[in-house]
């Protein structure tokens, strides 16, 4: 069975992978995007949290249409992109997404922007540099109400740490059942009810036909003046125009990015110029445990793989 991964794997888990699977050939995409070993014939491809883009990325790519693949993991939680579509059609190849890795850190970006905008650090850190002694009036977080759009598991852990400061919790979701420190679940059609009694709407849903484009003008008008909004999401879930536009009005309060429609953002976005809006560069899952966790979850799948079990996250087309 060959294996193609990047060197952090083999040299962290190479023995352990040897263990599940002693027949495996580790093939290994370099730092430097040279590979070691034939990758000919490649049954697994473990794309790793480190891979990014550029040319170890296009060494994994290489190996796509492969007639012997059968397993690829791959590092996202969202599974929106074209090449994990058009892998996903392939009937006899298993793709699984990396749902849950990145829920920690996100949840820890999501709160300490919502602490970040309710304390008024900015102007805070500013006025400290200027040597300028004026209070700024902080909000309380506590007693304030969270809407998240989309309850997943980053959901479900923006939830967990909301609540635990105190926060009321609005969550909506396609499913029904069970969610953990959520105050009231919601059905996606009841998405304004949400927006209009939020102080701060986190945006954790998927890119899908229905999420594309789902915050608009409407709904900025449905949030009203004192709200923040926050996208872990995908940029194309909101329509920027219209965030522009929200952020210049007043409509909205402000607005935290850490996905945008293009990325880079391009540097003549109006965005960019906006008073209330931070744009962080898509790093609100990076951490130092990432690879750690992917490499955990590859492991875990691998096991599942060897005997026959069903695997975790499997992304089949009913879902895309």
């Known amino acids: 069975m060959k294996m193609l991964l990047p060197r952090s794997t083999a040299d962290v888990n190479g023995d352990e ?18 590979v070691t070993g034939d990758p000919a014939g490649v049954e697994i491809i473990f794309w790793g949290a480190d891979i990014g883009g550029g040319r170890r990325a296009l060494r994994m790519i290489e190996s796509w249409n492969d007639p012997a693949l059968r397993w690829v993991q791959g590092p996202n939680a969202g599974y929106d992109h074209d090449i994990w579509v ?15 890795i990145w829920t920690e850190p996100m949840a820890q970006y999501v709160t300490a922007w919502m602490l970040a905008w309710a304390q008024g650090l900015g102007g805070q850190w500013l006025r ?9 009036q902080p909000d309380d977080l506590s007693g304030r109400t969270v809407g998240i759009v989309g309850y997943g598991g980053i959901g479900a852990a923006v939830a967990r740490i909301a609540s635990a400061i105190g926060m009321r919790v ?3 979701r396609r499913s029904p059942g069970p969610a953990e420190n959520v105050d009231e679940l919601f059905t996606p059609d009841r998405l304004h009810e949400v927006l209009r009694a939020s102080d701060y709407v986190v945006l954790c849903c998927p890119l899908t036909a229905e999420t594309t484009d789902l915050i608009g003008a409407a709904e900025f008008e449905a949030m009203g003046s004192g709200t923040v909004l926050i996208n872990v999401a995908r940029g194309e879930i909101v329509n920027e125009s219209a965030l522009a536009d929200a952020l210049t009005s ?16 391009p540097t003549d976005s109006p965005l960019w110029d906006l008073p209330n809006i931070v744009i962080t560069p898509h790093q609100s899952g990076e951490g130092p445990r990432s690879q ?3 490499d955990a979850l590859f492991l875990e799948n691998l096991r599942r793989y060897v005997v026959g079990d069903e695997m975790k996250n499997i992304i089949t087309p009913a879902l895309l």
């Open 250 to 265: 007043g409509t909205i309060r402000g607005a935290t990015l850490d996905v945008t429609r293009e990325e880079p953002l």
């Open 86 to 100: 058009d892998l996903v059609n392939r009937d006899d190849v298993i793709f699984t997404r990396a749902a849950n």
């Open 292 to 294: 750690e966790r992917l």
């Open 17 to 34: 992978i040897l263990a599940i699977a002693p027949s495996a050939e580790l093939i290994v995409v370099e730092e430097d995007a040279t």
């Open 170 to 172: 609005l969550a909506s």
């Open 128 to 136: 400290s540099q200027h040597h300028e002694w004026n209070q700024v």
